[in-house]
């Protein structure tokens, strides 16, 4: 059994070989189009998977955006160029004529990521920070999704109800100060237009703003993680994504976690499978494991 899995971000979109031990083969990427039609979209995936689907048995799909009965719904449209709706399951089984799943993409990556834990944690929570800042939550060794699909969209919850306007359309979102495009809105004079990824290399250089705007993100974090572990009281939290994996950050995140009160202290680990949970996550889920 070989699947072909697939997760759709804000910013990339990648594509794996995995077999049934869960060793990934072959893997691609393509940059996620801006575009408010779901065209774009569906060509870029054909371009990025026809090279693999002639190798594959099924597909497993991590996606951003909420997942409901095989569709990607977006709750915010803006980390995808505008994009409301888009046929996923339906789409993939056009193009490969195989079975095909879907999960959002911080859900799946939290179920790979509670796998590789090996057992040791029951309740434990993932959160992606990246192009909009995800979630996935599994409690007693259950991933919870929800009765339509919304379960764990930890970056839409409040951070300050004086911040910006998220692309949900809620006011103060998570996600509209911590993410990669929360850290880039921000941004002005000789940082304005860059991008998160080239504001944490110019913190490397001692650029002041750069830095201030990471310790916002971070800050933010963890006081979602303090949210979470009132919430779920959960034994873990692992953190991906590009730029909650960049260097340093999550090592901000526990310094000001260490700010709040005891009572919301938890452990806080890299992802295991780095940029890969989310593609290993729907194939785990795809195995039916
Ligand atoms: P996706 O959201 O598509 O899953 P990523 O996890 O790569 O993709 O997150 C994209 C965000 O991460 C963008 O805002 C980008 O600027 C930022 N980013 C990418 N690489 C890095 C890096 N090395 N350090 C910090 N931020 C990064
Ligand atoms: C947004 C939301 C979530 C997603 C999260 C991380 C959309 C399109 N996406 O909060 O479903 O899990 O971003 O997504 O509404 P990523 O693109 O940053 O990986
Ligand atoms: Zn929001």
């Not at 909420?66 to 449209?77: C, Q, V």
Request: aromatic content about 4%.
């Amino acid at each position: 059994m070989t699947t072909l899995a697939i997760d759709i971000g804000g910013t990339k979109l990648a594509a794996a070989l995995i077999d049934s031990n869960l060793q990934i083969r072959e893997r691609r990427e393509l940059p996620t189009p801006a575009s408010k039609t779901p065209d774009a979209l569906r060509a870029a995936l054909y371009a990025l998977i026809a090279p693999l689907q002639g190798q594959a048995t099924r597909v497993a799909i991590a996606s951003t955006g909420i997942i409901r009965e095989g569709s990607l719904l977006a709750l915010n449209p803006y980390n995808l160029g505008g994009l409301l709706h888009f046929p996923l399951v339906q789409t993939l089984k056009d193009l490969t004529a195989l079975p095909t799943l879907a999960v959002n993409d911080a859900q799946a990556a939290a179920w790979a990521e509670y796998h590789a834990l090996g057992g040791e944690y029951r309740d434990m929570v993932f959160i992606t920070v990246s192009t909009g800042v995800g979630g996935g939550v599994v409690s007693e060794g259950k991933l919870l999704t929800g009765s339509g699909g919304l379960a764990g969209h930890l970056g839409h919850t409040l951070a300050d109800p004086h911040g910006p306007v998220c692309g949900c359309g809620r006011v103060g979102c998570v996600e509209a100060i911590a993410s990669g495009r929360g850290i880039a809105a921000a941004a002005e004079g000789a940082l304005a237009g860059c991008d998160a990824k080239t504001i944490f290399s110019r913190a490397g250089q001692g650029d002041e703003q750069a830095s201030r705007l990471i310790h916002r993100s971070a800050r933010t974090l963890a006081r979602l993680v303090a949210d979470v572990k009132a919430t779920t009281d959960c034994q873990i939290v692992v953190i991906g994504g590009s730029v909650g994996l960049a260097e340093g950050y999550l090592a901000l995140v526990e310094h000001y976690l260490a700010q709040e009160p005891l009572a919301y202290h938890v452990e806080l680990l890299a992802a295991h499978y780095r940029h890969d949970a989310g593609l290993l996550g729907a194939a785990l889920l795809a195995l039916g494991d």
